[in-house]
């Protein structure tokens, strides 16, 4: 399977999140890419290229106009407030709820920082825009050429993308890639586009932005919401709405979940894109339900792996993997690999 490398992946490197009342050292670092790559290489598992550039206006099919250009221009201004702020992370910690406004954009940094975000465990650094804009161009670049014909390719990429929506970051999240890569493919010609989102956390930005869309249909296996980040939003119940209702399926499991019950449900998602009639399929391919993972609760092992990506193989569907969670690092790039490998065996 080809792959696109965001080779700028690193220039994002998050300092510290809040967790728990304190600033923890982040999760999701540069490393986690690394070895998904070192991987890949050692299987020689297919060629990897870098990305082709776009335009921001390709973004703009998904995010809103004065998100992208606050994202743009986000690190300067923090800088621009206090030099000495060259050396923090920007973090929100103010944010807009129930009855408050969201028309007026305000002057205030911290204000639009929290307007356009919902948690203060992502911090905004100075290769922020620029790694997240190339791992978008990742995904654009594996849609098309999905659509030019190759049965699968990958998005390997960091910052991760499905819980950002179209004017908000969050979860590590900044650019939707998945979102991206299936608005891309509809555009192309696919008239049906299935999202499958099987990294351990709910992918909230995803299922806002096709949740009132019959042409793409988002599902998703997640640790149940009610315990789970990110809460407020993936229960079973939220089927889609106006011209979208019936589909959006999330199909959410307990924390301590092994891969009988876990690999039950994804067949169940699986004939549901089957009964969807689907064109092409974008998978958010999250490796933290790994049982070793230190910040999710499934319990998947690395060879389970194997039979996730020969299940989904078995949708027969030209697809575009696009890389989310997986937070184990020394394993990170084994479990990844695992599931392309079993793909590329069915396929
Ligand atoms: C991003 B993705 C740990 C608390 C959880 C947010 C988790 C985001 C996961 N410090 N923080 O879905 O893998
Ligand atoms: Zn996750």
Redesign the pocket.
Known sequence: MITFYNDRHSLHQGRV?M?RGEL?PC??VAARADRVLDELRRRRLGAIEPAQAFDDAALSRIHASRYVEFLRGAWDEWVSLDPANARRDALPSVWPVRGHRSDVLPENFAARMGLFSF?A?TPLTAGTWQAARSGAWCALSAAGRVLAGERAAFALTRP?G??AGQDFFG???FLNNAALAAQALRDGGAGRVAVLDI???H?NGTQCLFYERADVFYLSLHGDPRSE??FYLGHADETGAGAGLGFNLNLPLPRGTGFAAWFAALAQALRAIADYRADALVVSL?V?TFAGDP?SGFRLQSDDYFQVGEALATAGLPSVFVF????AVAAVGINTANVLEGFQRRS
Do not use: S
């Open positions: 999140e967790f923890v999760f999701e948690d465990g991760p499905h819980h979860g590590y999240c990294d351990y956390h992918g980040y990110p999250g933290d910040i989310e969670g997986g937070y």
